[in-house]
T-cell receptor, first 114, second 112 residues
Framework: AQSVTQLGSHVSVSEGALVLLRCNYSSSVPPYLFWYVQYPNQGLQLLLKYTSAATLVKGINGFEAEFKKSETSFHLTKPSAHMSDAAEYFC????????????FGPGTSLSVIP | DAGITQSPRHKVTETGTPVTLRCHQTENHRYMYWYRQDPGHGLRLIHYSYGVKDTDKGEVSDGYSVSRSKTEDFLLTLESATSSQTSVYFCATVGTLHNEQFFGPGTRLTVL
């Protein structure tokens, strides 16, 4: 069965430090992969997506993620954290065009310390 | 932004009462979804729709029903609300490219 794991339900970084949020998926075929961000009291919005065009994907707000098939990973990074990055981050996977097979990870809450 | 609105945004109700949540979209997207969000569980799919009057169950559909009589509206009904249905409910649609989802602002439902 398809699943998504996010290591660390809470991550704290200092302002200006590297942000690394981990996502691993289980899939027998190359999936579509997404990172979403949720700010307090808001819905989710797309940060970036992998669709097999390139393994290194750049998203909004300086975030990027690298698809590594051998590790079944899609970790999210940002070189320098900003206070405004504090939010909940969700990794999601879709297998092919199965719209009913959107699987979200449990989420990682990112705190940024001044 | 897919122009998704949800109503109401907040609701408090009592156990055993029926509740209907509304999702409205302006982008003419074919697919629409209802999720619930609970701490430690991420988002879990309740029901989804792939067209007018075409709906199917998600992983946590028990106690919920949906209807879609128009492309732009997707209703979620709790026939008899229970305390376990206290949650934040999100509606979403799918864009036309690479299955990207667009989310509404959410409805916070409390069942006492």
């Amino acid at each position: 069965a398809q699943s998504v794991t996010q290591l660390g339900s809470h991550v704290s970084v200092s302002e200006g430090a590297l942000v690394l949020l981990r996502c691993n998926y289980s899939s027998s075929v190359p999936p579509y992969l997404f990172w979403y961000v949720q700010y307090p009291n808001q819905g989710l919005q797309l940060l970036l997506k992998y669709t097999s065009a390139a393994t290194l994907v750049k998203g909004i707000n300086g975030f990027e993620a690298e698809f590594k098939k051998s590790e079944t990973s899609f970790h999210l990074t940002k070189p320098s954290a900003h206070m405004s990055d504090a939010a909940e981050y969700f990794c999601a996977v879709i297998k092919g065009t199965s719209y009913d097979k959107v699987i979200f990870g449990p989420g990682t809450s990112l705190s940024v310390i001044p | 932004d897919a122009g998704i609105t949800q109503s109401p945004r907040h609701k408090v109700t009592e156990t055993g009462t029926p509740v209907t949540l509304r999702c409205h979209q302006t982008e003419n997207h074919r697919y629409m979804y209802w999720y619930r969000q609970d701490p430690g569980h991420g988002l879990r799919l309740i029901h989804y729709s792939y067209g007018v009057k075409d709906t199917d169950k998600g992983e946590v559909s028990d106690g919920y029903s949906v209807s879609r009589s128009k492309t732009e509206d997707f209703l979620l009904t709790l026939e008899s609300a229970t305390s376990s249905q206290t949650s934040v409910y999100f509606c979403a649609t799918v864009g036309t490219l690479h299955n990207e989802q667009f989310f509404g602002p959410g409805t916070r439902l409390t069942v006492l």
